[in-house]
T-cell receptor, first 110, second 113 residues
Framework: RKEVEQDPGPFNVPEGATVAFNCTYSNSASQSFFWYRQDCRKEPKLLMSVYSSGNEDGRFTAQLNRASQYISLLIRDSKLSDSATYLCVVTSVLQGNLIFGKGTKLSVKP | DGGITQSPKYLFRKEGQNVTLSCEQNLNHDAMYWYRQDPGQGLRLIYYSQIVNDFQKGDIAEGYSVSREKKESFPLTVTSAQKNPTAFYLC????????????FGPGTRLTVT
């Protein structure tokens, strides 16, 4: 089982739609969780951290389910500018470094 | 403006040649990282450095070498021993206490033929 797994997509949604991505991680001892965003042929950028109690940043909501070892990202009222690949990231238990998922591609259409 | 620069953006080399990718940051970050990204793949850690004159191997260090002589600079050499060097190489930096918040450079696309 891969350490971090994501549905690669693509998720094709119309503007204004709500879309959700899930991600599963294999190591139950993982401590920290994040979502990064990567635009086509660009570098990744931190989108938001994921807290146990769930957290929201504008139109974005992140949730963590430790029992099931999955993380989710919900985007409400999708904008064209949300089109990107969303990377699920967890910290390595051994080294503390980041482990990246392969990403889920989102395409928001007019 | 603070940030990370990588040069060049595109690099072409012949098989069997070593090539060095540049990474410079002026964010005053102690920690720096090198990742490799292949199409449809997640980022994989090559090497990282938490402090000047010290660095550790990541998950795929074979065929690569690094140096950290200055806080601002963390060059990566792709040697001829690297079997599949063609990839998108990303450099990042962070404050050691916040390794999750990594700032990435724009990347270098290396093509070896």
């Amino acid at each position: 089982r891969k350490e971090v797994e994501q549905d690669p997509g693509p998720f094709n949604v119309p503007e204004g739609a709500t879309v959700a991505f899930n991600c599963t991680y294999s190591n139950s001892a993982s401590q920290s969780f994040f979502w990064y965003r990567q635009d086509c042929r660009k570098e990744p950028k931190l989108l938001m951290s994921v807290y146990s109690s769930g957290n929201e940043d504008g139109r974005f909501t992140a949730q963590l389910n430790r029992a099931s070892q999955y993380i989710s990202l919900l985007i409400r009222d999708s904008k064209l500018s949300d089109s990107a690949t969303y990377l699920c990231v967890v910290t390595s238990v051994l080294q503390g470094n980041l482990i990246f998922g392969k990403g889920t591609k989102l395409s928001v259409k007019p | 403006d603070g940030g990370i620069t990588q040069s060049p953006k595109y690099l072409f080399r012949k098989e069997g040649q070593n090539v060095t990718l540049s990474c410079e940051q002026n964010l005053n970050h102690d920690a720096m990282y090198w990742y490799r990204q292949d199409p449809g793949q997640g980022l994989r850690l090559i090497y990282y450095s938490q402090i000047v004159n010290d660095f550790q191997k990541g998950d795929i260090a074979e065929g690569y070498s690094v140096s950290r002589e200055k806080k601002e600079s963390f060059p990566l050499t792709v040697t001829s021993a690297q079997k599949n060097p063609t990839a998108f190489y990303l450099c990042a930096s962070s404050i050691p206490a916040r390794t999750y918040e990594q700032y990435f450079g724009p990347g270098t696309r290396l093509t070896v033929t």
